[in-house]
């Protein structure tokens, strides 16, 4: 019974900033892991970005120094900031996240989905 959602999504110009949000809600005892993936059109998904609970960050190398992961503890919610995107870029970005619920099972969950346009 936990619930991830993301925002934040839309269409935005080459060399433009955007920034995602995403909430995990629900019966969560404890979050490790979270982070993003991305599918684009004829590809597969693919790994983006993700932080752990203790800290550390892993990027895909397409996006290493114009993507930034964080997280606030506090809220239950992880954050992507986007910048210098490219037509590249466009594609579903999907939040995921490492959950051990309140009756103690351990899984990961994903959401649904928020889309990112880069017009060239």
């Known amino acids: 019974q936990v619930q991830l959602v993301e925002s934040g999504g839309g269409l935005v110009q080459t060399g433009g900033s955007l920034r995602l949000s995403c909430a995990a809600s629900?019966?969560?005892?404890?979050?490790?892991?979270m982070g993003w993936s991305r599918q684009a059109p004829g590809k597969q998904r693919e790994f983006v970005a993700g932080?752990?609970?203790?800290?550390?960050?892993n990027y895909a190398d397409s996006v290493k120094g114009r993507f930034t992961i964080s997280r606030d503890n506090a809220k239950n919610t992880v954050t992507l900031e986007m910048n210098s995107l490219k037509p590249e870029d466009t594609a579903v970005y999907y939040c995921?996240?490492?959950?051990?619920?309140?009756?103690?099972?351990?899984?990961?969950?994903w959401g649904q989905g928020t889309q990112v346009t880069v017009s060239t």
């Open positions: 995921n996240a490492d959950i051990r619920d309140r009756l103690g099972s351990r899984s990961e969950y």
């Open positions: 629900g019966s969560i005892f404890a979050i490790y892991t």
């Open positions: 932080i752990p609970w203790g800290g550390g960050t």
